[in-house]
């Protein structure tokens, strides 16, 4: 879903890329109101502030 193997990672940043996407992935998961795939998920929350806001929001993060 975020091309993780086509990223350069140096030290830390692997480690750091993978929490960050785990995250990530885990609010979109749990977001019930909005019907589709993961992927559609993620664009829609880069398209729409709003959308991204109230997913922030909902989170326990």
Known sequence: TFREDYSK??????RNFSAVTK???TI???D???K???NLKRLKAG???KYLSTLL???AF
């Open 9 to 14: 990672k140096v030290q830390n940043a692997a």
């Open 23 to 25: 995250m990530a992935l």
């Open 28 to 30: 979109l998961k749990n």
């Open 32 to 34: 019930k109101v909005t």
């Open 36 to 38: 589709g795939s993961m």
């Open 47 to 49: 398209w729409d502030e």
């Open 57 to 59: 929001q909902d989170s």
